[in-house]
């Protein structure tokens, strides 16, 4: 079969272009503004002096603000660039979102995000404070696991830090629960927590042993909190334990190379979490070598009526045996601090020596970042 040579002069200048191309070339040509390209937008830049400009092209849009800084308005240019500079922030991670025309929109020229219980937040990352910097040491591994809850009867997420060297010997490894607070998620430490920096610099510092991280979920759905509900009522603290029982620890400790014994385990979390390790610990008492309670104590309850639900554990001589630390920290200007500070003093008439470090500020990462740092290296000494 022939092909007709007025055929095959039209096809040919076909043959050298690719489909894409032929399409486009067959398109319309949008007019107006669409046919402008959008200029290349930078976001977050983050400058020498740890101020932060932050842009997002919006033509159209008529008001945009930042939630950085305590919240601040972008102004437009010319080419539809909306760009503000805030600071200088101190060293650390930041969550921020964009108001646009009063919907909340994260920054779609961020690729790092904090996954929250409801809903993500952009994470910028102002570098300047050495124990949280990604330093050029070894770095550990920080895994996503999916599990199957039987306590739940759904599948489950958490995630688990592996120190550096992990995967490239058969050494067994102590553990600690990492537990975040109300309203973030499993994600929440390893992003805007640093908490893989942070261990990855006191190991290469020679400051802590190295340790495997389990960071669950500490919410069991994915709806606000009922935080309106007694304490002993609310899912985060009645159900939650329940999982990490029967589900989480058995979970790390089938799959992980731990060392499955109470001198080689610790429990610690900040806010809703904290009030769970309490929970979790003095429920399994003989399983815990140290607890850390960060910004936090017998939450949304009477803290009697906690001693009197705890007083097994809390009048076993026994069980004061192995138990290392119990350590508190609230920051001065924290709406918690009197409530953490009964709580030690609950714990200190039945016998434990619990410590409280009042430090500064309020409740917020600044403070749990620099917790886990002075926690880390005292564990399983």
Known sequence: MSIRPALLLLALPLFGLSFASQVAAQAPRPAGRAAQRAPVVVSPEVLPDRKVIVRLYAPEAHDVRVSLDGGVKLTKGENGVWETTVGPLDPGAYRYSFTLDGASVTDPRNIEMERMQVMTRSILYVPGAPFMDTRPVPHGAVSVVTYDSGVLKKVRRLHIYTPPGYEANQQKYPVLYLLHGANESDDSWSTLGRGNFILDNLIADGKTVPMIVVMPNGHIDQTPPNSGAPASQ????????????????????????????????????????????????????????????????????????????????????????????????????????????????????????????????????????????????????
């Open 234 to 381: 609310r899912v985060e603290f009645a159900t939650f334990p329940n999982e990490f029982v029967r589900d989480i620890m058995p979970y790390v400790e089938n799959h992980y190379r731990t060392i499955p014994d109470r001198s080689h385990r610790a429990i610690a979390g900040l806010s809703m979490g904290g009030a769970q390790t309490l929970n979790i610990a003095f429920a399994h008492l003989d399983w815990f070598s140290s607890i850390g309670v960060f910004s936090s104590g017998i939450l949304g309850g009477n803290v009697t009526d906690w001693e009197k639900s705890h007083l097994a554990a809390l009048d076993d001589p026994g069980l004061k045996n192995g138990l290392k630390m119990i350590w508190f920290s609230t920051g001065s200007e924290d709406s918690l601090i009197t409530t953490s500070k009964a709580t030690v003093e609950m714990l200190k008439r039945h016998g434990f020596a619990a410590t409280f470090q009042e430090s500064t500020g309020a409740h917020t990462w600044v403070n749990w970042r620099n917790y886990l740092y002075e926690v880390a290296p005292q564990l399983f000494r």
